[in-house]
């Protein structure tokens, strides 16, 4: 017997927006479970530059998203103060950088209302000394930083808490319909490779760049473009403040720091499927290049791992630089295409994602007959204790402070030691039984620094054991797929001392272990 | 610049991982008057398995179980290969005289002939292997017999853990069975050291508690196996006391690096070589390097990470050890790979997009693990059109194009083979001046 549960609502997603909606309907007393075909974040929400916009980027060529912008800023501040840095932003042009657009962007920001307040370029260099001696001009605006794992796990944590079900690694594989109506979805657990379904009052699907697909399965129709944006990560933090090319978007043209380390990028590629979207090392050199006109020590930093992201982009199929489409979103009530109980959300981005919750649940909200009215704009959003772990800076901190010689460092780079390991592992066994490498990943800091999974993948697969948490084989398949989840973040960015790492680890995972001979070992993930 | 000091050499090796260390004792076995320069030895993070060869063609992953057999299918289809510079007999010469240096410098090494032997590593996988040291033998042999056999750890041991490696072997092997106890002997931090608990071995008193603690456990196993810590000087002394206290076989399974099999086999050959008469200059690397007139190489010796020369070496001939990237042999830039002391042509994929597969373990290995020094049929680097670039530098080891070692399964070989080569290359350039 396959196994059913209900709900009142389905949300398809762990993105931002599918987080962000559970946690809006759980606070209005709405029941619901949110399935993710992978693990919170593995889209566009996990990566982007974790930047929480003031509007000015959009001030020339999109004014409507600009003013969202500026207002989600303002409340998320409020909102989710433990998620964001207030680092400040600035715009910079250098030499070369089309003069118009320079004279032109105080009076864009004025007519959209966006704060900027023009700066001197002697004093902005000495405010961000990485600054190009080429810097020409330069404008302080209200950018931020957000850390979108953590405020994608305080959403989905808060949301659980209250009763909302997770479960990851839960595909969408049909929608049962009777008449106009979808009365249960079927999924497939792609672990167990088992079979269940969910039966809903209505289904949401905010799966961002697969929002085509999924409607496609539900017989619905969203034309989306997608545009494939890579970014860089620094090994050491490059600058205090957000530092944006003062042009229209181009490539690499927003510095955005984080914690210890800066996220560089983007690039735009047009995409014709949602396969294989890694970093290429033409991208990846493209962004150097073009960054280092704005940094020069860019040019010659360490750089500890690349990936890409795909926007979701209203579409219509435009021509001409993807960067030109809007940036707003779009809510679908697909009662227009003849299925009563199924939304879309999608388009969008991070700074804007709690409005977009707020808009979906409104809609989820009418459609049930849910009079509650949002609370995101007036309950913060506290830190829960169970996501502490995935903070930059939380373990060795911790770690210092209650050394207990009995709680081994697994990950020795990260400071992550088994006490973190163990409470990650019990928050999995309350939700979905399943233990993976790469969920441990999602939730703390392992495998994030120099060695990239290197070591830390070994102690934590012994301990792992250890545990009765892992059995057979399964070492052998949970060690390969995080070295292989790091990679793919790695292997553009292998020069200098990187390289020497990446030998030493294929040293002793294929030379010594032989891993490359186990089954499983010859798929890509 | 009068301070100094110039070291005057025959041959100078320039690397301290096996190539270099092989190249060493082929050179003081030939009395050529030598010294050996190198940073953190590579050879730390060895297993202390010797492969000869093991795997071809990569992508099929064919395992051979005679690596004789295997190494003639290689040579047939990859005639740049660095073993294919190199005649059967010699690569056998070179592999029997450098294991016997090792029972000579008291790491004794056991291996069939003609034959891989299969072994266990420390996540549980067994691999194939040709020479294996004497404390890990017993394991190929109870693996192999499928022995009732116990397997233990240790609380606070980081990444050994028993119980995977009993749960990965169990289906070939049903009668293997994890204990996890405490180590008897390490005082108050739970965190626990190869090195650390291998020294405490050393003491008979713990011994005899750790034979006590395993007693009650044993049980119908007729062999032990434990993590390589098993003394760090006289690791035969400690294996044979504990054998005899419980009475049954005992051997080692290898952490994961650096281990202390690697640790041992680094201060093993460093002692033996010492004892030999070679100069090792340790913890520097050459600088710069310039040809006299006389043809002589004058080579400028410093610190990791300073340009500062510290002595000079005038000397007949060179051999290149340095391995790939992590011994520094070469350089991995953004836009091209280096060989940086001689600026050598190094052969590599045309661009950096090449150099990396997307899947990490990708049958067909990583272009990049192929690229390296080209050389003639006397392990001279060459030039485009084919030429040595000098007559009297040499290169040897992992730092060579066309070889995957890490694929193929025959780093140490490869290291050893082509040592031997370049040493009896160089010193045929002695005989012929």
């Given at each position: 017997m396959k196994n059913k549960l209900k709900t009142r609502v389905l949300i398809i997603g762990g993105g931002a927006t599918g987080t962000g909606i559970a946690r809006d309907l759980t606070l209005r007393g709405v029941k619901c479970i949110l399935v993710e075909k992978r693990d919170i974040n593995a889209g566009a929400s996990g990566a982007n530059h974790g930047l929480l916009h003031s509007g000015a980027r959009y001030v020339s060529n999109d004014p409507e998203s600009a003013k969202e912008c500026r207002d989600e800023n303002r409340l998320l501040k409020q909102m989710a103060p433990d998620c964001i840095e207030e680092t400040g932003g600035l715009f910079v042009a250098v030499e070369g950088d089309d003069e118009k657009f320079i004279a032109d962007f105080q009076s864009y920001c004025d007519k959209a209302d966006i704060p900027c307040c023009p700066m001197d370029v002697e004093e902005a260099r000495e405010a961000e000394p990485a600054l190009s001696d080429k810097t020409i001009a330069a404008f302080a605006v209200e950018d931020a930083s957000v850390d979108p794992f953590k405020l994608v796990l305080e959403n989905i944590t808060d949301a659980q808490k209250l009763g909302c079900k997770f479960l990851r690694h839960s595909q969408v594989v049909k929608f049962n319909k009777q008449g106009n109506t979808i009365e249960s979805v079927d999924l497939l657990n792609k672990t167990t490779g088992k079979e269940f379904s969910i039966e809903a009052d209505i289904v949401v699907n905010a799966t961002g760049a697969w929002a085509g697909q999924v409607a496609a399965l539900a017989g619905a129709d969203i034309d989306l473009i997608y545009s494939k944006g890579t970014l860089l990560i620094t090994h050491s933090r490059v600058s205090q403040r957000v530092v944006n090319r003062l042009r229209p978007p181009g490539d690499a043209d927003i510095l955005v720091p984080g914690g210890t380390v800066s996220i560089l990028g983007t690039t735009s590629l047009r995409m014709d499927s949602l396969d294989k979207i890694r970093p290429t090392v033409e991208e990846v050199d493209r962004i150097v290049d073009e960054g280092a006109t704005m940094m020069p020590g860019l040019e010659s930093t360490r750089y500890i791992r690349a990936y890409s992201g795909v926007r979701p982009l209203l579409g219509g199929g435009g021509k001409g630089d993807d960067r030109s489409v809007t940036r707003g979103f779009d809510l679908v009530d697909h009662a227009k295409d003849g299925i009563e109980n199924f939304i879309t959300i999608t388009g969008g981005k991070l700074t804007t994602f709690r409005l977009m919750a707020e808009k979906t649940s409104d809609l989820v909200c009418s459609r049930i007959g849910v009079s509650a009215p949002c609370q995101t704009r007036t309950i913060p959003l506290i830190s829960a204790h169970e996501t502490r772990w995935a903070v930059p800076g939380f373990s060795p901190k911790n770690w210092f402070k209650n050394h207990d010689k009995n709680d081994l460092l697994l990950c020795e780079c990260e400071m992550v030691p088994q006490s973190a390991i163990e409470e990650i592992v019990e928050y999995f066994d309350i939700f979905d039984q399943q233990v993976d490498l790469k969920g441990i990943g999602k939730r703390s800091r392992i495998g994030k620094g120099s060695c990239q999974g290197n070591f830390c993948s070994l102690r934590i697969t012994a301990f792992l054991y250890d545990r009765d948490l892992l059995s057979a084989d399964q070492g052998a398949s949970e060690i390969h797929s995080f070295i292989n989840e790091r990679w793919k973040g790695q292997r553009c960015l292998l020069w200098g001392t990187p390289v020497v790492q990446a030998e030493l680890q294929e040293a002793m995972h294929c030379g010594f272990f032989g891993l490359e001979l186990q089954p499983n070992s010859s798929t890509s993930s | 610049m009068t301070n100094i000091k110039k070291n005057h050499t025959k041959l100078t090796i320039i690397g301290t991982g096996m190539a270099g260390m092989a190249a060493a004792c082929f050179a003081s076995h030939n009395r050529i008057d030598t010294i050996q320069i190198g940073i953190n030895s590579g050879i730390i993070y060895s297993s202390g398995f010797f492969d000869l060869m093991g795997i071809h063609p990569i992508d099929t992953q064919l395992t051979w179980n005679n690596p004789w057999q295997a190494i003639d299918q290689l040579v047939a289809d990859i005639p740049n290969h660095p073993y294919a510079r190199m005649r059967k007999p010699e690569i056998e010469a070179a592999m029997k005289q450098f294991l016997d240096c090792m029972e000579a410098a008291e790491c004794p090494y056991m291996f069939l002939k003609n034959q891989n032997t299969e072994v266990i590593t420390p996540v549980g996988t067994v691999k194939q292997t040709y020479a294996v040291p004497r404390s890990m033998w017993a394991g190929a042999v109870a693996l192999k017999e499928r022995q009732s056999c116990l397997i233990v750890d240790f609380v606070g041991l980081k990444a050994f853990s028993a119980k995977q490696i009993a749960d990965m072997l169990m289906p070939r092997w049903p009668k293997i069975r994890p204990l996890r106890l405490t180590f008897p002997a390490v005082g108050a931090s739970a965190d626990l050291y190869p090195e650390q608990m291998a020294r405490a071995l050393e003491i008979e008193a713990n011994r005899i508690k750790l034979a006590d603690a395993i007693r009650p456990h044993l049980a119908d196993a007729k062999s032990l196996g434990l993590p390589?810590?098993?003394?760090?000087?006289?690791p035969h002394q400690v294996r044979t006391h504990l054998e005899k206290l419980l009475g049954v076989d005992i051997f080692e399974i290898p952490t994961i690096p650096p281990s202390v099999p690697g640790v041992r086999l680094k201060e093993a050959l460093e002692k033996f070589l010492s004892d030999r008469g070679v100069r090792l200059i340790p913890q520097k690397r050459a600088l710069f390097a310039e040809q006299q007139k006389n043809r002589k190489f004058i080579l400028s010796i410093g610190d990791i990470g300073s340009d500062k020369t510290e002595q000079m070496i005038e000397t007949d001939g060179v051999i290149l050890a340095g391995g790939r990237f992590l011994g520094m042999g070469l350089y991995a830039g953004r836009k091209k790979i280096q060989e940086p002391l001689f600026n050598l042509p190094v052969f590599q994929p045309e661009d950096r997009a090449l150099w990396h597969q997307a899947n990490f373990f990708d049958p067909k290995g990583h272009r990049i693990s192929q690229a390296g020094l080209e050389i003639d049929d006397s392990f001279r680097p060459t030039d485009a059109a084919g030429k040595p670039v000098y007559n009297n530098l040499f290169a040897a080891g992992s730092i060579l194009a066309h070889q995957d070692w890490m694929r193929q399964k025959c780093g140490a070989g490869l290291a050893i083979a082509t040592a031997y080569g370049a040493v009896k290359a160089f010193r045929k350039t002695l005989i012929d001046r």
């Open positions: - | 390589a810590i098993l003394g760090m000087y006289k």
